[in-house]
Antibody
Framework: EVQMVQSGPEVKKPGESLKISCKAS????????VGWVRQMPGKGLEWMAI????????QYSPSFQGQVTISVDKSISTVYLQWSSLKASDTAMYYC???????WGQGTLVTVSS | DIQVTQSPSSLSASVGDRVTITCRAS??????LAWYQQRPGEVPKLLIY???TLESGVPSRFSGSGSGTDFTLTISSLQPEDFATYYC?????????FGQGTKVEI
């Protein structure tokens, strides 16, 4: 069974850094793209970035290029999303997922507030 | 970049109604189109992939059609648990793109 388990909710101040995680199991981790989806409060779903764990090839949506960094640790089947300087507008739910896969992570709520 | 445009953005319907949602790609994407359902407070759920293949466990009242640039999600007889937001997603490239969503309301 494919499972994606994300790290817990975060409350941060503007300007702080953050790294959230997604641990995958139940499939050949290095063979499938894994990405992050943002959902701002009351808004739609947006793919932010995606990574191929086999060779760490990455792609970013133009809206998120330079704003976040996606990375992977193959040894522990975990994908990360990090920010170097959070803004209030980063407040959202973040999901990890494989494209066209029923199992998503449970979501990580990130709240950025002074 | 290929854009996906979903319509309508919202619709009102009643239990038992037939509901149709459309998704249009700005260029051909073959059948690399999926549909998701999201109820409030829940993780999105995959309904259909390959434009018309029903994900395991999804009720048969859901169906998808189309190829190239024009796609349709149909709910043949709306049930109370179907009131939700629906998203199309193209995945002809490594990084997918969602449509804007369609909220199905009573």
């Amino acid at each position: 069974e494919v499972q994606m388990v994300q790290s817990g909710p975060e409350v941060k101040k503007p300007g702080e850094s953050l790294k959230i995680s997604c641990k995958a199991s139940g499939y050949a981790f290095t063979d499938y793209w894994v990405g992050w989806v943002r959902q701002m409060p009351g808004k739609g779903l947006e793919w932010m970035a995606i990574i191929y764990p086999g060779d760490s090839d990455t792609q970013y949506s133009p809206s998120f290029q330079g704003q976040v960094t996606i990375s992977v640790d193959k040894s522990i089947s975990t994908v990360y999303l990090q920010w170097s300087s959070l803004k209030a507008s980063d407040t959202a739910m973040y999901y990890c997922a494989r494209p066209v896969e029923a199992s998503w992570g449970q979501g990580t709520l990130v709240t950025v507030s002074s | 970049d290929i854009q996906v445009t979903q319509s309508p953005s919202s619709l009102s319907a009643s239990v038992g109604d037939r509901v149709t949602i459309t998704c249009r790609a700005s260029q051909g994407i073959s059948n690399y189109l999926a549909w998701y359902q999201q109820r409030p407070g829940e993780v999105p759920k995959l309904l259909i992939y390959g434009a018309s293949t029903l994900e395991s466990g999804v009720p048969s009242r859901f169906s998808g059609s189309g190829s190239g640039t024009d796609f349709t999600l149909t709910i043949s007889s709306l049930q109370p648990e179907d009131f939700a937001t629906y998203y199309c997603q193209k995945y002809n490239t490594a990084l997918p793109t969602f449509g804007q969503g369609t909220k199905v309301e009573i």
